[in-house]
């Protein structure tokens, strides 16, 4: 399977709250997640950006070893009768296409390096940008071409991302959930 690399993947979904309804869409999204917490093994984690101006702007993710086993997670949570009104809920608070991402973990990264992080820093750049702090992590689907690097501290002060106008994305994601 493309993007198999029998370590740790790290599964991300972007998705927007409806700039009227900040308050009731983040309080649905941390509700469900939640509810898909108490219901699957997914353990999902929920992030807001705090960069810039994207007050709307959210980010659920989770960590496994095995994509399969991730795959029938998903596909048995659409399955789960009382799981249809919870996902009604937050997307009648957003807005545009969700975004999905999946990343292959550097080698080594251990199974848990996530849960515990407040905030994250992520930098997406195309690959073959010359590495920042840490190994980057590859792209298994949803950002072909690109490679990304995860911080739970500041970039070191001489070893900044380099600019958007390079076809960087730099975001900076606070736990809520």
């Given at each position: 399977m493309v993007g198999e690399t029998g370590g740790v993947q790290l599964f991300q979904r972007r998705r927007w709250i409806h700039p009227d309804h900040l308050d009731d869409g983040m309080a649905a999204f941390v509700c469900q997640l939640a509810w898909i917490n108490e219901h699957t093994g997914l353990e999902m984690t929920g992030w807001r950006r705090t960069d810039g101006d994207h007050?709307?702007?959210?980010?659920?993710?989770?960590?496994?070893?095995?994509?399969?086993?991730?795959?029938?997670?998903?596909?048995?949570?659409q399955t789960l009768v009382d799981y249809g009104p919870v996902n009604d809920t937050?997307?009648?608070?957003?807005?545009?296409?969700?975004?999905?991402?999946?990343?292959?973990?550097?080698p080594d990264t251990p199974a848990d390096w996530l849960p515990g992080w407040s905030f994250f820093l992520q930098v997406t750049a195309p690959e073959g940008t010359p590495?920042?702090?840490?190994?980057?992590?590859?792209?298994?689907?949803?950002?072909?071409?690109?490679?990304?690097?995860?911080?739970?501290?500041?970039?070191?002060?001489?070893?900044?991302?380099?600019?958007?106008?390079?076809g960087v994305r730099q975001e900076r994601w606070t736990r809520i959930h």
């Open positions: 007050p709307g702007a959210i980010l659920a993710t989770t960590t496994y070893e095995n994509h399969a086993w991730f795959l029938g997670e998903v596909a048995r949570l937050t997307a009648a608070l957003t807005v545009g296409k969700d975004a999905f991402e999946r990343w292959d973990a550097p590495a920042w702090p840490g190994q980057g992590w590859t792209n298994a689907e949803g950002a072909d071409g690109r490679i990304t690097w995860l911080r739970d501290s500041e970039w070191p002060a001489d070893n900044r991302p380099a600019d958007r106008a390079s």
